[in-house]
């Protein structure tokens, strides 16, 4: 998928809609921390949610993802390459950190289905935890995508690029004024 821009204007747009999608991303990164900060304080356990692992280590890996979320978009706020730079770096880590993390919580819940007699656990068929897992994870990852289609574009990077011989770029100034205007 690729972003043409033919005018200052769809330019314009897409610096509009990369700033609300930094809000998005704001939010999303403040309350991933608090969730994080709340589930120690309640279990001395940092886990962050439902949809991720109690696996050990799992916890601070999705703190560090969170804050890099959150620099990231600060960055990019500030206009700044790097801010793009994290957020494309965060956005594949927290996919593979997601699906990773279902996949665990779907072997625990096998290792603990496949012993007992009943079709189910807790009134869950494994088929359905597959199915339930397979769609929280979609949802999960839409965010982190739709983050990778907006920032990807060679015209979107370019927004960032610098010119060509480095330093400032030359603006065409006003004529030069007469020479008896000089004097004065």
């Known amino acids: 998928m690729s972003v043409v821009i033919h005018s200052p204007e ?18 999303y990164a403040v309350l991933g921390v608090a ?6 304080v309640a279990n001395r356990n940092v886990i962050s949610g439902p949809a991720y ?4 280590g799992t916890g601070g890996v999705v703190v560090l993802n969170h804050i890099l ?8 706020w500030k206009w700044k390459r790097w801010g793009r730079t994290l957020l494309l770096l965060w956005a594949p880590i927290d996919i593979v950190l997601m699906i990773g993390s279902l996949l ?4 625990q819940f096998a290792q603990s289905y496949i012993p007992l007699t009943t079709r189910t656990v807790g009134g ?8 339930y897992m397979f769609w929280s994870s979609a949802i999960h990852c839409a965010f982190p995508v ?18 060509p011989g480095g330093g400032f770029e030359v603006i065409p100034m006003a004529t030069a004024l007469p020479p008896d205007a000089q004097a004065k």
């Open 10 to 27: 769809s330019s314009d747009f897409i610096r509009r809609t990369i700033r609300g999608v930094l809000v998005v991303s704001f939010a």
């Open 146 to 163: 739709l983050m990778l289609i907006l920032l990807l574009p060679r015209e979107v990077a370019n927004l960032w690029a610098s010119s």
């Open 35 to 40: 969730n994080a900060i709340v589930q120690f």
């Open 53 to 56: 692992s109690s696996a050990p």
């Open 104 to 107: 665990i919580r779907y072997i």
């Open 124 to 131: 869950i068929s494994l088929r359905e935890m597959g199915w």
């Open 69 to 76: 979320l959150l620099i990231g978009a600060a960055g990019l």
